[in-house]
Nanobody
Framework: VQLEESGGGLVQAGGSLRLSCQVS????????MGWFRQAPGKEREFVAT????????KYADSVKGRFTMSRDHHKNAVSLQMDSLKPEDTAVYFC??????????????????????WGQGTQVTVSN
């Protein structure tokens, strides 16, 4: 199983970036997907998730209205469009997958399971 992130980089505050995660080695439509991030000296935190069929998304309050997650079943990939970026969005961003159990995404809620698979991460740096 491989989850490979791309699209990170350096951007000025107010700018945009689009992260992608290419997934291979698992039945993509059986998995909820998520994005997490970890800033220096901080714990990894939930950013966004999308359920197995792409019909339900959920976001952390800190990114709601600025970030949009989507998935492409033809390409076995997910994306995270990040707009109106702030310096506090600076972090390593990780793609994650967890086996779906129902229509509701399993990630991003109290008591959520740990993802089954993680990517290696991509650095996003937002300057003032």
């Amino acid at each position: 199983v491989q989850l490979e992130e791309s699209g990170g980089g350096l951007v000025q505050a107010g700018g945009s970036l689009r992260l992608s995660c290419q997934v291979s080695g698992l039945p993509f439509t059986n998995y909820d997907m998520g994005w997490f991030r970890q800033a220096p000296g901080k714990e990894r935190e939930f950013v966004a998730t999308i359920n197995w069929n792409g019909g339900i998304t959920k976001y952390a309050d800190s990114v709601k209205g600025r970030f949009t997650m989507s998935r492409d079943h033809h390409k076995n990939a997910v994306s995270l469009q990040m707009d109106s970026l702030k310096p506090e969005d600076t972090a390593v961003y990780f793609c994650a997958a967890v086996r779906a159990h129902s229509l509701s995404p399993r990630l991003g809620s109290p008591g959520s399971p740990a993802p089954d698979y993680w990517g290696q991460g991509t650095q996003v740096t937002v300057s003032n």
